[in-house]
């Protein structure tokens, strides 16, 4: 990891992943910023999961991101399954076609079929 979180709360560490997520989705960004707050969130999910805390990123399975819903179902599916396979076939269809694309990803990397877009 990058950056030492041993002081850091699971709250903050949750607060931290979300802002990442979050703010690596504006487009004035380089890509090398874009690249290290993903590399952050990661780090910050590894953190979370050393300690038995990665069950703090559930909540965000209902953020207002998609950035955010979509790499919390990521961490997730060992914890709460159905609801991330979920998620991700809602994100799937995403209108951010970065969003879709990853989700949709996830999904076959588990094996799982993309649902057609509900009416």
Same mark, same amino acid.
């Given at each position: 990891?990058?950056?030492?979180?041993?002081?850091?709360?699971?709250?903050?560490?949750?607060?931290?992943?979300?802002? !990442? *997520?979050?703010?690596?989705?504006?487009?004035? &960004?380089?890509?090398?910023?874009?690249?290290?707050?993903?590399?952050?969130?990661?780090?910050?999910?590894?953190?979370?999961?050393?300690?038995?805390?990665?069950?703090?990123?559930?909540? =965000?399975?209902?953020?207002?991101?998609?950035?955010?819903?979509?790499?919390?179902?990521?961490?997730? =599916?060992? *914890? !709460?399954?159905?609801?991330?396979?979920?998620?991700?076939?809602? &994100?799937?269809?995403?209108?951010?076609?970065?969003?879709?694309?990853? !989700?949709? &990803?996830?999904?076959?990397?588990?094996?799982?079929?993309?649902?057609?877009?509900?009416?």
């Amino acid at each position: 990891m990058s950056e030492s979180y041993g002081n850091v709360s699971d709250d903050e560490l949750v607060a931290r992943y979300r802002t !990442a *997520l979050a703010n690596s989705i504006y487009g004035h &960004l380089s890509d090398e910023s874009v690249e290290a707050l993903i590399v952050q969130s990661v780090d910050i999910a590894t953190e979370l999961k050393s300690r038995g805390s990665l069950s703090k990123l559930l909540p =965000l399975l209902d953020d207002e991101s998609s950035h955010v819903r979509v790499g919390a179902a990521v961490n997730c =599916l060992p *914890l !709460a399954r159905q609801k991330c396979i979920a998620t991700l076939q809602s &994100l799937a269809h995403d209108r951010n076609p970065y969003v879709a694309a990853e !989700a949709g &990803l996830y999904l076959i990397r588990e094996g799982i079929k993309i649902e057609p877009k509900s009416k």
